[in-house]
């Protein structure tokens, strides 16, 4: 079973720079299996990126994703307000079959 | 517009039995694979069960496997998650959540609000 770890797990930043949050996997996951979601605070998640780096329907282009293999990251090109939240990680298993989380890495306001 | 919408959350005893449903609407329900995915409070999320569209592929994480059950009724555009035997670890807000189409289908593409399943005596 393939197991993701997020780090960090908090990030502290100001509005306006850059965040960069890193997934790895255990084992190598195709990229077509690996999403990211945004989860605000007392919301429901929202899918970001999905392949990997293919934005998902009404994401702003601040939202990058990028890697291969085990090491993944979500780049989030200039913070706004609204992107202070929880980040989860995502791969999708063939053996056992199911979706995996990692653990989430939160952004906070500096 | 996609709409995911849970029902069926409460207080249930250990061992008891719950039944929570997804109301769906705004796509064709009929060709996409539905997953109910969970959050304890204040943690993480897990994935608990998928079920593909004409309910020939059912899958279940090993926490839940024996006790809870998946289905759908297409007829209804809705979705279920039967849970026996419930456990005091079983308690979280379960979503309802739409699986993507294709070859880069491997996410969850749509979201329900959640309803809230506590277990406890």
């Known amino acids: 079973e393939i197991v993701l770890t997020q780090s960090p797990g908090t990030l502290s930043l100001s509005p306006g720079e850059r965040a960069t949050l890193s997934c790895r996997a255990s084992?190598?996951?195709?990229?077509?299996?690996l999403a990211w979601y945004q989860q605000r605070p007392g919301q429901t998640p929202r899918l970001l990126i999905y392949?990997?780096?293919s934005r998902a329907t009404g994401i702003p282009d601040r939202f990058s994703g990028s890697g291969s293999g085990t090491d993944f990251t979500l780049t989030i090109s200039r913070l706004e307000p609204e992107d202070f939240a929880v980040y989860y990680c995502?791969?999708?298993?063939?053996?056992?079959?199911?979706?995996?989380f990692g653990p989430g890495t939160r952004v906070d306001i500096k | 517009d996609v709409q995911l919408v849970e029902s069926g959350g409460g207080l249930v005893k250990p061992g008891g039995s719950l039944r929570l449903s997804c109301a769906a609407s705004?796509?064709?329900?009929?060709?996409?694979?539905l997953n109910w995915v969970r959050q304890a409070p204040g943690k993480g999320l897990e994935w608990v069960s998928s079920?593909?569209?004409?309910?020939?592929?059912?899958y279940y994480a090993d926490s839940v496997k024996g006790r809870f059950t998946i289905s759908r009724d297409n007829a209804k555009n809705s979705l279920y998650l039967q849970m026996d035997s419930p456990r005091a670890e079983d308690t979280a807000v379960y979503y309802c959540?739409?699986?993507?189409?294709?070859?880069?289908?491997?996410?969850?593409?749509?979201w329900g609000q959640g309803t809230l399943v506590t277990v406890s005596s």
């Open positions: 959540a739409r699986e993507g189409l294709g070859r880069d289908g491997f996410h969850l593409d749509y």
């Open positions: 084992q190598s996951v195709s990229s077509s299996y």
């Open positions: 995502q791969q999708y298993g063939d053996s056992p079959r199911g979706f995996t």
């Open positions: 079920i593909n569209s004409v309910s020939s592929y059912i």
């Open positions: 392949g990997a780096s």
């Open positions: 705004g796509f064709t329900f009929s060709s996409y694979t």
